[in-house]
């Protein structure tokens, strides 16, 4: 990057800081260090935020890519890894795939939190709600975009669940001892990271009722109850449909049984190993995975 470009992007930096300290906000419960601020409508925290305003303004996806897009703990890991494995077959079968040495994060990453990791993939992955994602990245530009949704009181149980062993490992001085009601008036109220749930999942809904051929609405209920037809679907929106050869070979079945819950949280380098270097480090500011311990060591939990 020459000497200015350094510049503009330092000035669009602190562009974005100055666009942040303007906006209203409320204390996170979950946390006595962090604030929620509230953008367009939804409710972020600030290291988050700046990636998501910086993103509106400069990522454009790759033609004829998808975007996987999900609200936190949704089954945004499970979609991720169907969708690489789906793509990628015809390189690396099951028994090879790099879903077996790499996170799903890392193979799909998002792309507000990983723009040079992002750029020029053909399947990459979003947090942001359908109203705010960047004009490029909207479904009436072209761009595909699978959206999977789940349950609300699950997704409050699996955030409450997830944020309270976060916050004892991190000795966070917060609630850690928040009680299950607590959590879930505040959820309802959409005080979460990109929250209101319930706008967040309208936004897709909608888009997938005006743009069906774009926007492929996935509920993560149906995807455990009917996982093969679900899975057929996925690839046939996915561009990338499966034969009947490659249906009677159980290509399907090893997809399936290649990224199941159990498949995925009993691999080794869930269990011990590191999410890539540089830009997958934010991450862990949304609550989505993991986090880093002092000695650098990743702690899943609740990946799904």
Known sequence: MSKTEQQKSTAADEGIKQLVSTLPTKPDCNSTTNLLYQYQGFWYHQFYLEHLIAAQ??????????????????GTTWLKALSFAITTRTHYPPSQSPLLSRFPHDCVPFFE???????????????IPYTS?????????????AYICRDPKDVVVSLWQFQRKQKKEDDDDGDADMGIEEAFEQFCEGNSV???YWDHVLGYWRASLEFPERVLFVRYEELKRETERCVKALADFLGCGFSLEEEKQGIVQGIIDLCSIESLKGLDVTKNGRFAPTESMPYTILYI???????????IGGIF
């Open 57 to 74: 303004t400069h990522f454009t996806p790759e033609p004829n890519s998808t975007i996987l897009c999900s609200y936190p703990k949704t």
């Open 113 to 127: 939190l990983a723009p040079s990791v992002a750029r020029n993939k053909l399947l990459v992955a979003t947090h």
């Open 133 to 145: 994602l960047p004009a490029a990245a909207a479904a009436a530009s072209g761009c595909k975009l």
């Open 194 to 196: 990109a929250g209101p």
């Open 289 to 299: 995975t993991a986090r880093f311990t002092g000695r650098g060591r990743l702690v």
